[in-house]
C-alpha cells in the first residue's frame, strides 16, 4: 500500500518524523502541565509569576501567565518554533535532495507529470503536520486531564494544528529557496536564518514601541496571535487562515518554478567563471591537510553560529541591565524565584545570577552546533566522500582525529569570541561580572560541546547520518529537560546528574568546578577514543 | 618470471547475512594489466574495497607488494593509484582544488604531469565538482589515481561515464602505465577494453572466482560458430558425431547447417568437402559473447572452461 503512490511513499518517508516530533512536542507538554500546579501553588507565587511576565514580554506575551496553560504558552512560546526545523530540512530536501542524489531523474522518468509529482509529495508533508499537530494535541490534553488543568480537547488540537500551520510556512519557504540554490544544505541553512529573523521581527514591538508593523512582517507574529491554551483567549482564525494562505502560495509558488526549470538547474543561473586551467596550483590553504580542509568546511557554519551565539550572549547582558530592577523584587519575594535561582545556582544580589540562568541556554547552542558538525562527518563517511581520502596515504585515525581537530578549533573560536562579546557588552552596560568567572562561564562550554560530537562520532560507526543525528539531538532534548524540568518536578541528585547540563553547573557564578569540568572532559575522551577504535576498524561506508 | 605484486588468498567477505566473496584466491604479477571481470553484485568491488582497506576481510590475507593491505594499508596507499566505482567528492571544490588536496595528501606530485594529464582528459579544472558532467566526475577521479605515477593502480569500473574519445585516451594511459612496468588492476563491463588492454583476466561470479586466465586463453576455450551452405540438401547426422562439433542445427529446408565448434574443424572441412559447398563462413565470438556465455548456465560454469585455467 504505501508504494502505490508518490504520496504514500513520502508520507511513509516521514513516519518517523511525524512520530518522534509528535511525541516529543506531546510530552513536553504533558511534563508542563504536571511541572506548573506545584510551581503557582501558592498566591505568592502565582503573583510573582504575573510580575515577571511583563519584564520577559520581549520573549513572549504575557497573558494569563498564572495558569497552566497560559504559563505552557509564555515559557515555550518560542521555544516550539524549533518543530518547524524539520519541515525546513525535509522541504528543502524534498526536490533538491532528490535532484543531488539522482533520484529525481529517475522518479520523473515515470509516467506522472512534474505538477503532480510535486503535489503529492506537498500532500505528504502537509499530511504529516496535521498528523503531528492532532498527536501534539492528544497528549497535550491527555497531559492536561492527567494533571487535573482545565483545557479542552479543541483547545489542545488547536494549539497542535497552530503549530503545524507555522512548520508549513517555514516548510515552503524551503521548499521555495531550494528552487534558487543547487544544494538543500543552502535552503535549508537561508530558511533556518529567516526563522531566526522573523522570531526576532516578532520580537521587536514588545520591545520596542510603535514598532507593531515591524512584527507583522513575521509569520511568527500570526502564529502568536493564537493562543488556544490561555483560558477564554482561544485562536484567531484570521492568522490562521493567512498561515495557510502563505504556505500554499508560496509553496504554489515553488511548484510553479519547478515545472518549468531545469532538473537538477536552478531558477536564476548564475554566468560560470570562465576555466581557470592555469590556475594549478591553486595554492589555497584549506587544501594542504584534513585538517585544514575540515577547517575550511566548518568555517561558514562557525561565522553563523558565532553570531547566534555570541549574539545570544550579549544580547543577554543588556536584557538583564535593562530589567534590573525588576527582576531583583521579583525574584526576592516569591516562591518561584527561589526555584529560578536554585536552577540559576545563586542568590539575586547581582545581576549575575540571572544573567547564569540565561547562559545555560549558550552550550545548548554550542552543543546544537557539535549536533550539526558530527552529522556532516556520518554524511561524509555514508555517502563515500571518504573513500578517496582514505585511499591516500593517510591513516584512518589521523583522518577522524583531523575533522575532529578541526571541529575543536571551531567551538574553542565560538567560546572565545563569546567571551569576548560578552566582556565588551558587560563593559558597556556597567554590569559587573568576574572576569574568571565570565571566562569560566564561556569556555567551559567548550567540553560539552565536544562531547556532543565525540558522541555523535561514535554512534556513526554503526548509525546512519539520519538516525546518529536523530539520536544525539534526542539526547541533547533529554538532557535539557531533565536539568530544566527535574529540579522543579523535584527529582533526586542521581537523575540530575544524567543530564551533561548538571556538570556545567553555574559557572557565572561558581567559577570552574574540576570535578565536574572533568567528568565532561572524560566523558568526552572515553566517547571520542572509543568512537576512533570503531572507526579504524570499520568497513566504510558500508 | 616477476614475484606477485598483489597476492589474495582466499579472500572471504559478507555483509551481514549477505554474501559478498567466497575463498577469492587470485596473484597478480608485476607490469600485468589484469581485468576483473563478473556482473553486477558478482563480488568485484568487495575485493577492491578490501584490497583498499576500505572494507575488513571476514578471512583470508590481500597483500600489495608483500605488505598486508589492512595491517599496512598507510604503507600500502602510497604505492597505490585508486579510482572507485562510484566516485563522490566535495561538490563544494572545483576539480583543481580537489587534484590539489589529493595531491597534498600524498605528499605533493609533479605539477608537470598533473597538468599533462589534465590537458590529456580536456579537463576544465575551474569547475564545481557539483557542475560536472558523469564524465567530467570520472576525469577528475581518473587524474587524481593516475598523478603520482603510482606502482599499482586499482581502478573499480574506470571508464564508466567516459566518452568514446576519452576512453580511447584512457587506454592509452593504461598502455603507458604497463610500458612502465606498473601494474594496472581493473575491473570493467567493456569486455572490448580489457580484451585491447589486458593481459589476463579473472571472472568472479557469486562471489567466488570461477577463472582466471590470459586474454588469449579464453579465445582458446570460447566456442566458435562455423555456417555452410550446400547446392543441396545434406545429411544432418554427418555432421553431429564430428570430433570438434559441440552442436549442430539445421538450416534453409537442410540445405545449410551451422555448426557450433569447440577445438579443430579439420573433420568438418573434410565431411563437408565430401557435398557441394557454396559457401562457408565462420564466426569468432568476442570476450563479450565468451563472458555472455560463461553466465548463461544457470548456477554452473561450463565443464570444458572450469577445466582450463
Request: proline share 4%; with cysteine; net charge positive.
Amino acid at each position: 500500500m504505501w508504494f502505490s503512490s508518490v504520496y504514500l511513499k513520502t508520507l511513509r518517508d516521514f513516519r518517523v518524523p511525524i512520530l518522534g516530533w509528535g511525541l516529543g512536542l506531546g510530552f513536553l507538554m504533558t511534563a508542563v502541565f504536571a511541572a506548573v500546579p506545584a510551581l503557582l501553588a501558592t498566591p505568592a507565587a502565582r503573583a510573582s509569576i504575573v510580575a515577571l511576565g511583563p519584564s520577559f514580554a520581549w520573549f513572549a506575551d504575557p497573558i494569563k501567565i498564572d495558569t497552566p496553560g497560559g504559563y505552557a504558552t509564555w515559557k515555550y512560546g518560542l521555544t516550539v518554533l524549533v518543530v518547524a526545523l524539520w519541515p525546513i530540512l525535509a522541504q528543502s530536501a524534498m526536490l533538491r535532495g532528490e535532484e543531488e542524489r539522482g533520484t529525481m531523474d529517475v522518479l520523473l522518468s515515470l509516467p506522472r507529470g512534474r505538477f503532480r509529482v510535486v503535489i503529492e509529495k506537498v500532500a505528504a508533508m502537509w499530511s504529516a503536520l496535521v498528523l503531528m499537530a492532532v498527536l501534539v494535541g492528544l497528549l497535550a490534553f491527555a497531559g492536561a486531564r492527567k494533571s487535573n488543568v482545565d483545557i479542552s480537547l479543541v483547545a489542545t488540537i488547536a494549539y497542535g494544528l497552530n503549530l503545524a500551520l507555522i512548520s508549513a510556512v517555514f516548510g515552503a519557504i524551503a521548499l521555495l529557496l531550494a528552487q534558487f540554490t543547487s544544494e538543500r544544505r543552502a535552503a535549508a541553512g537561508w530558511t533556518a536564518g529567516l526563522l531566526l529573523v522573523f522570531v526576532v521581527l516578532d520580537m521587536v514591538h514588545r520591545v520596542v514601541p510603535n514598532t507593531l508593523w515591524v512584527s507583522r512582517l513575521s509569520p511568527v507574529y500570526y502564529f502568536n496571535l493564537s493562543k488556544p491554551l490561555v483560558p477564554g483567549y482561544g485562536f484567531d482564525a484570521g492568522a490562521m487562515v493567512l498561515l495557510l494562505g502563505l504556505s500554499i502560495v508560496l509553496s504554489g509558488i515553488a511548484v510553479w518554478l519547478f515545472v518549468r526549470r531545469d532538473i537538477g538547474g536552478v531558477v536564476l543561473t548564475r554566468r560560470e567563471r570562465p576555466a581557470v586551467r592555469a590556475a594549478l596550483p591553486a595554492g589555497d590553504w584549506s587544501l594542504r591537510s584534513v585538517y585544514l580542509r575540515g577547517l575550511a568546511m566548518v568555517a561558514m557554519p562557525t561565522v553563523w553560529w558565532t553570531l547566534g551565539i555570541a549574539g545570544f550572549a550579549a544580547w543577554m547582558v543588556i536584557v538583564v541591565k535593562q530589567t534590573e530592577a525588576q527582576l531583583k523584587s521579583l525574584l526576592q519575594g516569591s516562591a518561584l524565584g527561589g526555584d529560578i535561582l536554585k536552577a540559576g545556582g545563586g542568590d539575586v544580589a547581582t545581576n549575575t545570577t540571572i544573567l547564569s540562568l540565561l547562559f545555560v541556554f549558550l552550550p545548548l547552542m554550542l552543543m546544537a552546533f557539535a549536533v550539526t558538525q558530527a552529522n556532516r562527518w556520518a554524511a561524509d563517511e555514508e555517502d563515500g566522500r571518504l573513500e578517496i581520502v582514505l585511499s591516500t596515504p593517510q591513516s584512518r585515525l589521523g583522518v577522524l582525529l583531523g575533522r575532529f581537530a578541526a571541529l575543536t578549533t571551531a567551538t574553542v573560536t565560538i567560546s572565545v569570541l563569546t567571551l569576548a562579546t560578552t566582556s565588551v557588552a558587560s563593559s558597556i552596560t556597567g554590569i559587573a561580572l568576574d572576569g574568571g568567572n565570565l571566562v569560566a562561564a564561556t569556555l567551559s562550554m567548550i567540553p560539552l560541546g565536544l562531547l556532543v560530537a565525540a558522541i555523535g562520532y561514535l554512534l556513526s560507526g554503526w548509525l546512519s547520518a539520519a538516525v546518529d543525528t536523530g539520536l544525539i539531538s534526542f539526547l541533547l532534548l533529554i538532557w535539557f529537560f531533565i536539568s530544566f524540568l527535574g529540579p522543579g518536578l523535584s527529582w533526586p541528585d542521581a537523575s540530575l546528574r544524567l543530564s551533561a547540563f548538571y556538570y556545567y553547573g553555574a559557572p557565572l557564578l561558581h567559577g570552574v568546578q574540576p570535578a565536574d569540568l572533568a567528568v565532561i572532559v572524560v566523558a568526552a575522551a572515553v566517547a571520542l577514543a572509543l568512537g576512533s577504535y570503531r572507526f579504524v576498524r570499520k568497513d566504510i561506508a558500508v | 618470471m616477476t614475484a606477485p605484486i598483489i597476492e589474495i588468498d582466499k579472500l572471504t567477505k559478507s555483509y551481514g547475512g549477505r554474501r559478498g566473496i567466497v575463498d577469492v584466491s587470485l596473484q597478480i604479477r608485476e607490469g600485468e594489466v589484469f581485468g576483473f571481470l563478473g556482473p553486477n553484485g558478482a563480488g568485484k568491488t568487495t575485493t577492491i574495497r578490501i584490497l583498499m582497506a576500505l572494507l575488513r576481510a571476514d578471512r583470508g590475507a590481500a597483500r600489495v607488494a608483500g605488505l598486508d593491505s589492512w595491517q599496512k594499508s598507510v604503507d600500502i596507499k602510497r604505492l597505490i593509484g585508486y579510482v572507485p566505482g562510484e566516485p563522490s567528492l566535495d561538490p563544494n571544490l572545483t576539480g583543481g582544488q580537489l587534484l590539489e588536496y589529493f595531491a597534498h595528501l600524498r605528499g605533493g606530485v609533479d605539477q608537470s604531469y598533473l597538468k599533462q594529464l589534465i590537458e590529456r582528459l580536456e579537463l576544465d579544472p575551474g569547475r564545481k565538482f557539483r557542475h560536472y558532467s558523469t564524465g567530467n566526475k570520472r576525469k577528475v577521479v581518473l587524474i587524481q589515481a593516475f598523478m603520482h605515477r603510482p606502482r599499482v593502480l586499482i581502478l573499480d569500473e574506470p571508464t564508466s561515464g567516459l566518452d568514446p574519445l576519452n576512453q580511447q585516451e584512457f587506454d592509452g594511459m593504461v598502455r603507458e602505465a604497463r610500458d612502465d612496468g606498473r601494474t594496472v588492476f581493473l575491473s570493467s563491463h567493456v569486455l572490448s577494453e580489457v580484451e585491447k588492454t589486458c593481459t589476463r583476466v579473472g571472472i568472479i561470479r557469486d562471489g567466488r572466482l570461477v577463472r582466471v586466465g590470459g586474454v588469449a586463453e579464453l579465445k582458446d576455450i570460447k566456442r566458435y560458430e562455423i555456417t555452410i551452405h550446400f547446392a543441396q540438401p545434406v545429411p544432418i547426422e554427418t555432421f553431429a558425431q564430428l570430433e570438434g562439433v559441440a552442436g549442430v542445427e539445421k538450416l534453409a529446408n537442410g540445405s545449410a547447417v551451422r555448426l557450433a565448434m569447440q577445438g579443430s574443424a579439420d573433420a568438418v572441412i573434410k565431411a563437408a568437402a565430401r557435398y557441394p559447398v557454396v559457401s562457408l563462413t565462420s564466426y569468432e565470438p568476442s570476450l563479450e559473447d565468451v563472458f555472455l556465455r560463461f553466465y548463461e548456465s544457470d548456477g554452473k560454469a561450463p565443464q570444458e572452461v572450469a577445466g582450463v585455467v
